[in-house]
């Protein structure tokens, strides 16, 4: 045990906390006593000792989910959008000690659902950037670049590219769903890069109901009610 850190202002409540992995930054999303959002990022300088050298306010939204990249280079947060009850994400760049707004992505489907940006991550340079919504009503299967809503809640992963010359700079150029989406199994729980590119990704549906084990069994199994499943692409 090297220590703890507790929100730096007195009456901030901070249910969200993200790392870098090179462990150099840790970036908190707190709450002010006034309802406010407020990010606060402390950074480390030698093994034990983390000053906080910046706070700034954000649109607050309630148990916020973050993401940020291996360097800290790039920051992605659930935040409120004052025309979707749904909310946003926010995606910022750091400049300096300083996290500059570049994109907000608002839910596209029929709201009422609170869970657009559930689950997110980034590659480990901030090339792409997943975000999903286990609850998302889109049609269709698999990988698409178009689709459009309906009834059933399948689930499904927003992919953003990111394109270093342009203004924002993150674009959505897939929507991924299981490839037998299925009413309420929740897919997109759970999301996660690998590798050293971002060339491996999950997706989890803690309530797919394949009786299938292992790898590669029978998708169209519905005999295990809620047994979940993960997706590899």
Not at 141 to 146: D, I, L, N, P, T
């Amino acid at each position: 045990f090297s220590g703890a850190i507790a929100p730096f202002y007195a009456g901030d409540r901070c249910p969200t906390t993200r790392m870098t992995a090179d462990a150099k930054l840790l970036i908190m999303a707190c709450r002010t006593p006034s309802g406010e959002g407020r990010l606060v990022t402390h950074q480390r300088f030698q093994e034990r000792l983390w000053t906080r050298v910046s706070d700034q306010p954000y649109l607050w939204f309630e148990n916020p989910n973050m993401a940020v990249t291996y360097s800290g280079s790039w920051l992605a947060l659930h935040e409120r959008h004052t025309f979707d009850p749904e909310g946003g994400i926010g995606i910022y760049r750091r400049d300096g000690l300083t996290w500059v707004p570049d994109a907000h992505w608002v839910h596209t489907g029929f709201v009422g659902y609170n869970a657009f940006g559930h689950s997110m991550d980034f590659s480990r340079h901030g090339d792409y950037l997943a975000f999903s919504d286990p609850t998302f009503n889109a049609s269709g299967a698999g990988v698409q670049e178009h689709y459009t809503s309906e009834f059933e809640e399948h689930g499904a992963v927003f992919f953003l590219v990111r394109r270093p010359e342009a203004i924002p700079q993150f674009f959505v150029t897939r929507l991924i769903k299981a490839t037998n989406p299925g009413d309420l199994d929740r897919f997109g729980e759970s999301v996660a890069f690998g590798g050293a590119s971002g060339f491996y990704f999950a997706v989890g549906a803690p309530n797919e109901d394949s009786a299938a084990t292992g790898v590669d069994g029978n998708q169209q199994s519905e005999a295990a009610l809620d047994s979940g499943a993960v997706y590899l692409y």
